[in-house]
């Protein structure tokens, strides 16, 4: 088990920042990549980005894309996600999840932290 703690949430206006960090502990060895997730008020939870651990292979939804940045820390088993030029559609509970599968595999995410709020206002 890989247990994730996120941290960095809260309420900014359209057009700025946030940056969410995601804190690994446990079996980390057995994680082969970390990614973020997002969901909405009455939505599925969506992708968002992706990171490997040793690799450092990136991959992003379309809907983010030159908007939020991944990265990593593997001496800290932390992942980041920095946000910039928000809007109000990227208000959602941010999760980060662990996985031992492929990093763009999504169905294969199965170690889940509590999640984060992100409110955009506008």
């Known amino acids: 088990q890989v247990q994730l703690v996120e941290s960095g949430g809260g309420l900014v206006q359209a057009g700025g920042s946030l940056t969410l960090s995601c804190a690994a502990s446990?079996?980390?060895?057995?994680?082969?990549?970390m990614g973020w997730f997002r969901q909405a008020p009455g939505k599925e939870r969506e992708f968002v980005a992706a990171?490997?651990?040793?690799?450092?292979?990136?991959y992003y939804s379309d809907s983010v894309k030159g908007r939020f940045t991944i990265s990593k820390d593997n001496a800290k088993k932390t992942v980041y996600l920095q946000m910039n030029s928000l809007k109000p559609e990227d208000t959602a509970v941010y999760y980060c999840s662990s996985t031992r599968g492929q990093t763009t595999v999504v169905s294969l995410y199965d170690q889940w932290g509590q999640g984060t709020q992100v409110t955009v206002s506008s």
């Open positions: 446990g079996r980390t060895f057995s994680s082969n990549a």
């Open positions: 990171i490997s651990w040793r690799a450092g292979r990136i």
